[in-house]
């Protein structure tokens, strides 16, 4: 039997020793290595980030089931940097509401893993066991504050309806392998070649693409969203709104553009629907929302339908877009979360947008970063989002999906509503109480993140290029 070359899978080799070693020290010392085992999570996301940065060139190893290339590492590199966010966002905000636990840590980890393998994933069988890990982990995770009845609530809600949407997306595998006789990438895209895409293969295509969209939370499967966000404790939502969303937008658009190029005109269908009806329930349901997790939640059901015109493209140039618009995305959506954990007053939290009134005349540099945040998640040029927002539009005309292009833009204007009230209750309402001081780790979120969405507003190229080579490697 021969050995597989364990290169290409490296990082992910290195987060599991790492998890491994984790669980035994929590295990010996309890609660007593909470910090230390955050600080191990956060070497672990470091090492491995530097390991798939130095990598170069297109790899493949266990049986040609994974597969390292420049794609794979432009979407890992965000998913770990979400991961570490969320680390760091949870620290002493989970401790001081007593619930961190030393697993806390752990889970991320291991989530974090099943993410990497989802990205690098060349085969169905592959697929699914990177998207179960992860989803464990994510199950556990969401109800991780044991004493919170909503936390727990949404901790079922996302378990009942996760289980659901890894049943249809290994139906529709076992559909596909049926009818092109293998689970490869290369195999498939070989077997629907020339356009023989029969009805069997169709109704495979349709049941995966209903359980990845769950994974991003895309309409109509976006039912868990706004529940989990509200219920779960903020930490957590921002690590369920960053890492796990760069994971399976990757998953999503390597299965499309790897395994079924022949049959462009079918899944293409499905995404154009998928994304049209996300951008619309994220744009006019989010305007009556008080809560601002919820309207975030809501946001990011829109910003998925964003990120998918650009896959509806089925060109490089649409790839390049979605990668663009994740990363720029990410940044946007750690910062405001970062912002929603420095609402709190009387060492209790606070979620009200009514709450962020007057904000710019009781903490000024809290205020100028959120509604950054907002104006660029509103697509206002010169900020990162309008780009981000023009490059996915900019693939659909070259796609000429002219229709699905116009909808984005309608649709990016009536978002741009509620995002456009948040800034105006900061800088116009009655100011309320200032909010207590932000820890160290939040703070720090909240400035990297706004440094880098300032930074790709006026230097937008470097990560343009490097996600155009990224993309290619798909090609």
Same mark, same amino acid.
């Given at each position: 039997?021969?050995?597989?070359?364990?290169?290409?899978?490296?990082?992910?080799?290195?987060?599991?020793?790492?998890?491994?070693?984790?669980?035994?020290?929590?295990?010996?010392?309890?609660?007593?290595?909470?910090?230390?085992?955050?600080?191990?999570?956060?070497?672990?996301?470091?090492?491995?980030?530097?390991?798939?940065?130095?990598?170069?060139?297109?790899?493949?190893?266990?049986?040609?089931?994974?597969?390292?290339?420049?794609?794979?590492?432009?979407?890992?590199?965000?998913?770990?940097?979400?991961?570490?966010?969320?680390?760091?966002?949870?620290?002493?905000?989970?401790?001081?509401?007593?619930?961190?636990?030393?697993?806390?840590?752990?889970?991320?980890?291991?989530?974090?893993?099943?993410?990497?393998?989802?990205?690098?994933?060349?085969?169905?069988?592959?697929?699914?066991?990177?998207?179960?890990?992860?989803?464990?982990?994510?199950?556990?995770?969401?109800?991780?504050?044991?004493?919170?009845?909503?936390?727990?609530?949404?901790?079922?809600?996302?378990?009942?309806?996760?289980?659901?949407?890894?049943?249809?997306?290994?139906?529709?595998?076992?559909?596909?392998?049926?009818?092109?006789?293998?689970?490869?990438?290369?195999?498939?895209?070989?077997?629907?070649?020339?356009?023989?895409?029969?009805?069997?293969?169709?109704?495979?295509?349709?049941?995966?693409?209903?359980?990845?969209?769950?994974?991003?939370?895309?309409?109509?499967?976006?039912?868990?969203?706004?529940?989990?966000?509200?219920?779960?404790?903020?930490?957590?939502?921002?690590? /369920?709104?960053?890492?796990?969303?760069?994971?399976?937008?990757?998953?999503?658009?390597?299965? /499309?553009?790897?395994?079924?190029?022949?049959?462009?005109?079918?899944?293409?269908?499905?995404?154009?629907?998928?994304?049209?009806?996300?951008?619309?329930?994220?744009?006019?349901?989010?305007?009556?929302?008080?809560?601002?997790?919820?309207?975030?939640?809501?946001?990011?059901?829109?910003?998925?339908?964003?990120?998918?015109?650009?896959?509806?493209?089925?060109?490089?140039?649409?790839?390049?877009?979605?990668?663009?618009?994740?990363?720029?995305?990410?940044?946007?959506?750690?910062?405001?979360?970062?912002?929603?954990?420095?609402?709190?007053?009387?060492?209790?939290?606070?979620?009200?947008?009514?709450?962020?009134?007057?904000?710019?005349?009781?903490?000024?540099?809290?205020? /100028?970063?959120?509604?950054?945040?907002?104006?660029?998640?509103?697509?206002?040029?010169?900020?990162?989002?309008?780009?981000?927002?023009?490059?996915?539009?900019?693939?659909?005309?070259?796609?000429?999906?002219?229709?699905?292009?116009?909808?984005?833009?309608?649709?990016?204007?009536?978002?741009?509503?509620?995002?456009?009230?948040?800034?105006?209750?900061?800088?116009?309402?009655?100011?309320?109480?200032?909010?207590?001081?932000?820890?160290?780790?939040?703070?720090?979120?909240?400035?990297?993140?706004?440094?880098?969405?300032?930074?790709?507003?006026?230097?937008?190229?470097?990560?343009?290029?490097?996600?155009?080579?990224?993309?290619?490697?798909? /090609?």
């Amino acid at each position: 039997m021969t050995v597989p070359a364990l290169g290409p899978a490296l990082p992910e080799i290195i987060l599991a020793l790492g998890a491994i070693a984790m669980v035994l020290v929590g295990a010996i010392r309890g609660e007593r290595a909470t910090r230390l085992l955050e600080g191990a999570a956060l070497v672990l996301f470091a090492v491995a980030l530097v390991v798939i940065l130095s990598a170069d060139g297109r790899l493949l190893t266990f049986n040609n089931g994974f597969v390292a290339d420049g794609f794979g590492r432009f979407m890992k590199a965000l998913t770990l940097v979400g991961a570490a966010a969320a680390i760091i966002l949870s620290s002493d905000t989970l401790r001081r509401d007593g619930s961190m636990r030393f697993e806390f840590p752990i889970l991320v980890v291991l989530a974090t893993i099943g993410m990497m393998m989802m990205i690098s994933a060349n085969d169905l069988i592959s697929l699914y066991v990177g998207l179960e890990l992860q989803s464990l982990a994510l199950y556990v995770v969401a109800a991780f504050d044991r004493d919170n009845a909503r936390s727990t609530e949404a901790g079922l809600k996302y378990f009942v309806l996760g289980a659901l949407s890894s049943g249809m997306l290994l139906y529709g595998s076992s559909l596909v392998y049926g009818f092109t006789g293998t689970v490869n990438y290369a195999g498939i895209a070989a077997a629907v070649a020339g356009g023989k895409v029969g009805l069997g293969l169709i109704f495979g295509i349709v049941f995966i693409s209903a359980g990845i969209a769950f994974k991003i939370s895309a309409v109509p499967f976006h039912m868990w969203t706004p529940d989990v966000y509200e219920g779960a404790p903020t930490p957590v939502a921002a690590f /369920f709104a960053a890492a796990p969303k760069m994971a399976a937008m990757a998953m999503m658009t390597r299965i /499309f553009i790897s395994a079924f190029p022949g049959a462009l005109h079918e899944w293409q269908q499905i995404v154009i629907f998928i994304s049209i009806a996300s951008m619309a329930l994220g744009a006019f349901a989010a305007i009556g929302q008080t809560n601002i997790k919820r309207l975030l939640a809501y946001s990011s059901i829109a910003n998925m339908g964003y990120a998918l015109v650009g896959l509806a493209a089925g060109t490089a140039s649409g790839v390049q877009g979605v990668m663009v618009y994740m990363a720029i995305y990410l940044a946007t959506t750690l910062g405001a979360f970062a912002c929603v954990l420095m609402m709190r007053r009387d060492g209790k939290a606070v979620e009200e947008i009514g709450e962020l009134a007057g904000l710019s005349r009781t903490n000024p540099w809290m205020a /100028f970063a959120l509604s950054m945040m907002m104006f660029s998640l509103a697509g206002i040029p010169p900020l990162a989002g309008f780009w981000a927002k023009f490059y996915v539009f900019l693939a659909a005309i070259d796609a000429k999906l002219y229709t699905l292009a116009v909808v984005g833009v309608v649709t990016s204007v009536i978002g741009a509503y509620y995002y456009l009230r948040l800034v105006k209750i900061i800088y116009f309402d009655e100011a309320k109480p200032a909010f207590e001081r932000g820890d160290v780790g939040t703070r720090a979120v909240l400035l990297v993140s706004a440094i880098f969405v300032l930074v790709l507003s006026l230097v937008p190229a470097p990560l343009f290029d490097s996600a155009a080579a990224a993309a290619k490697s798909l /090609f």
